[in-house]
C-alpha cells in the first residue's frame, strides 16, 4: 500500500525554526514528485511548493519562495519542510501530498495525514 | 488569492445532484489537465477526479468530471449525506509554473 506518513503536530514560538517530515513507502520514492500544500485555519488548500527526489529539483509558489524549504533524504523516503524563523501567520495544517507521475503537472494522487504547527507566543 | 474561482457553496437534498464549476484561464484550466478533490471535515484531501475526468480505483461513478475551454465541472449524483465536504478543483499554470488550487466550495446536503 502506498503511504505517505507525516510527523506530529508541533508548538512554537515565534522566531523558533522547525523542520516536518513526510515519509513514504510502497512505492519508489524517487521517482515522483512529492509537495506540500497548506491549509490555514478554516481556509482553502495552498500550494506551497514541489520537489522531484530523483534530481532534487524543487519548485516553489512565489507566495512561500524564501519562507520554507523543501528537501529530501532518499535514503529513508522522507520529505521536509522547514523553517527558519516561525510567524504566527505560519499557524495551519501542512500536507505532503504525492504526484501521480514522474510529471510535474500531474494530481496528487497520495496524501499524508497532515501535520498541524501552532506558532504562539 | 487563487486563480481558479469555485462558488463558495452549493446544496442539494439527497438523491438530487449538483455540479461545481471551475474557472481559470488559458494559462492553467486551458493547457492542462484538471483534478477535482474531497475534503471531509477534518481530514486530508482525497483524489476524486485526475486528467479532467478519470476516476481513480474505488470513486463511485456517481462523481464525474469534464472540461470545457478555461472551466471545468465536478458533478455528483444521488447526493448522499456523507458527500457533505469540501471540494477543490487543481491543475498546474504554465505561466507560473507551479500548481494551484481552487476556491473550494463546500457542498451541504439539505
Known amino acids: 500500500e502506498v503511504q505517505l506518513v507525516q510527523s506530529g503536530a508541533e508548538v512554537k514560538k515565534p522566531g523558533e525554526s522547525l523542520k516536518i517530515s513526510c515519509e513514504g513507502s510502497?512505492?519508489?520514492?524517487?521517482?515522483?514528485?512529492i509537495g506540500w500544500v497548506r491549509q490555514m485555519p478554516g481556509k482553502g488548500l495552498e500550494w506551497m511548493g514541489i520537489l522531484f527526489p530523483g534530481d532534487s529539483d524543487t519548485r516553489y509558489s512565489p507566495s512561500f519562495q524564501g519562507q520554507v524549504t523543501i528537501s529530501a533524504d532518499n535514503s529513508i523516503s522522507t520529505a521536509y519542510l522547514q523553517w527558519s524563523s516561525l510567524k504566527a501567520s505560519d499557524t495551519a495544517i501542512y500536507y505532503c501530498?504525492?504526484?501521480?507521475?514522474?510529471?510535474?503537472?500531474?494530481?496528487?494522487?497520495?496524501w499524508g495525514q497532515g501535520t498541524m504547527v501552532t506558532v504562539s507566543s | 488569492q487563487s486563480v481558479l474561482t469555485q462558488p463558495p457553496s452549493v446544496s442539494a437534498a439527497p438523491g438530487r445532484k449538483v455540479t461545481i464549476s471551475c474557472s481559470g484561464s488559458?494559462?492553467?484550466?486551458?493547457?492542462?489537465?484538471v483534478s477535482w478533490f474531497q475534503q471531509l471535515p477534518g481530514t486530508a484531501p482525497k483524489l476524486l477526479i485526475l486528467d479532467n475526468n478519470k476516476r481513480p480505483s474505488g470513486i463511485p461513478d456517481r462523481f464525474s468530471g469534464s472540461k470545457s475551454g478555461t472551466s471545468a465541472t465536478l458533478g455528483i449524483t444521488g447526493l448522499q449525506t456523507g458527500d457533505e465536504a469540501d471540494y477543490y478543483c487543481?491543475?498546474?499554470?504554465?505561466?507560473?509554473?507551479?500548481?494551484?488550487f481552487g476556491t473550494g466550495t463546500k457542498v451541504t446536503v439539505l
Open positions: 487543481a491543475t498546474w499554470d504554465t505561466s507560473l509554473s507551479i500548481g494551484v
Open positions: 488559458s494559462s492553467n484550466i486551458g493547457n492542462n489537465y
Open positions: 501530498a504525492r504526484q501521480t507521475s514522474s510529471s510535474i503537472n500531474d494530481a496528487f494522487d497520495v
Open positions: 510502497g512505492y519508489s520514492f524517487s521517482h515522483y514528485w
